[in-house]
């Protein structure tokens, strides 16, 4: 079974800092560009990181640079997003996916595959 699977969300307070793993299983993940995807309440969903394939250049939203870092592990087939310094506005399900190209900010994104979200709560 192809699939993708989120963890390592959670409830943390302003500042402090969480990692989320993005698990292939059934294909390889090395050969897609990889991105990072949240939906808050109201919101339309967006793209705030993404790693692409071969060259393993990144990408971010500008709400979130400077304190995400999105990198990959393709011996484990697991890409990471190590999250700094959170704020409230962070919050939302994050989602990962798999395509051929990155995709960041809001607007329709159609990758090969989703992952089933994971959700990141920042409240004091």
């Known amino acids: 079974q192809l699939q993708l699977v989120e963890s390592g969300g959670g409830l943390v307070q302003p500042g402090e800092s969480l990692r989320l793993s993005c698990a292939a299983s059934?294909?390889?993940?090395?050969?897609?560009?990889i991105g990072w995807f949240r939906q808050a309440p109201g919101k339309e969903r967006e793209g705030v990181a993404c790693?692409?394939?071969?060259?393993?250049?990144?990408y971010y939203a500008d709400s979130v640079k400077a304190r995400f870092t999105i990198s990959r592990d393709n011996a484990k087939n697991t890409v990471y997003l190590q999250m700094n310094s959170l704020k409230p506005d962070d919050t939302g399900v994050y989602y990962c996916?798999?395509?051929?190209?990155?995709?960041?900010?809001?607007?329709?994104?159609?990758?090969?595959?989703w992952g089933q979200g994971i959700q990141v709560t920042v409240s004091s």
């Open positions: 790693i692409s394939s071969a060259i393993e250049f990144t």
């Open positions: 059934g294909f390889s993940l090395d050969v897609y560009a």
């Open positions: 996916a798999a395509d051929n190209h990155c995709h960041i900010g809001v607007g329709e994104a159609d990758p090969f595959y």
